[in-house]
Each structure stands twice: as structure tokens, then as C-alpha cells.
């Protein structure tokens, strides 16, 4: 199983962008897929969850600009992220809790990180 994120940039102040990530591999489903970030010199913090169902959840410091979404047909998960500002600037990181279809068991499994600046 591999979780590949996509969708990094630059873009300035106010403007938008959508990342995604893919599930790949021997995936049955995914319940649950959140999206993190880390800033330089901080800590890696939550961003959004949303489950299998569609439900999302989003840090206070998101909300209202940013939306998550996911197909669960083509195992994706995508945060579409409006009105960014500087403060937004992080690497981002989609995390999913993975059901294997092979043993049907749940892993934990990161993606890679996508570099999102925002410039003033």
C-alpha cells in the first residue's frame, strides 16, 4: 500500500489550490483519510479528516477556506484550499488508516509531503 500525494505549489496570497492523494495497492477501503501539515521550526499539525462516509472534520484555522472531498472509487482523498494565506505555507502530508485486502487488516500509512507556498 502507498498513499501519493500531489498538488503542491506556489501561489500568493488569496489564491487557491487542490491537492490530492492516492491509495494504491492491495487496498479493500480506506475508513478514514486526514491531511497534515508542517510548517519550518513547528510541529506537524491536523488539517482536515474526512471518513469513509464523506464526513469531514477541520482545524479551527482552516475552516471556511478549505474543504476536503474523496472518491472512493479512485481511492483519492483531495483538500481544496481557498483564500490561502502565508501562514498556510507547510509541507503538507495525507495520512490514511488503510484496510489491506489481503488480510483485512488496518495499517497506518503516510504519504510522501507536497511543499504548498504562499506568498505575500
Known amino acids: 500500500v502507498q498513499l501519493q500525494a500531489s498538488g503542491g505549489g506556489l501561489v500568493q496570497a488569496g489564491g487557491s489550490l487542490r491537492l490530492s492523494c492516492t491509495v494504491s495497492g492491495a487496498v479493500f477501503r480506506f475508513p478514514t483519510m486526514s491531511w497534515y501539515r508542517q510548517a519550518p521550526a513547528k510541529q506537524r499539525e491536523l488539517v482536515a479528516t474526512i471518513t469513509h462516509e464523506g464526513t469531514p472534520n477541520y482545524a479551527d484555522s482552516v475552516k471556511g477556506r478549505f474543504t476536503i472531498s474523496r472518491d472512493n472509487a479512485k481511492n483519492t482523498g483531495s483538500p481544496q484550499m481557498n483564500s490561502l494565506e502565508p501562514e498556510d505555507t507547510a509541507v503538507y502530508y495525507c495520512?490514511?488508516?488503510?484496510?489491506?485486502?489481503?488480510?483485512?487488516?488496518?495499517?497506518?500509512?503516510w504519504g510522501q509531503g507536497t511543499l504548498v507556498t504562499v506568498s505575500s
Open positions: 495520512n490514511a488508516d488503510v484496510i489491506s485486502l489481503l488480510t483485512l487488516r488496518v495499517q497506518n500509512y
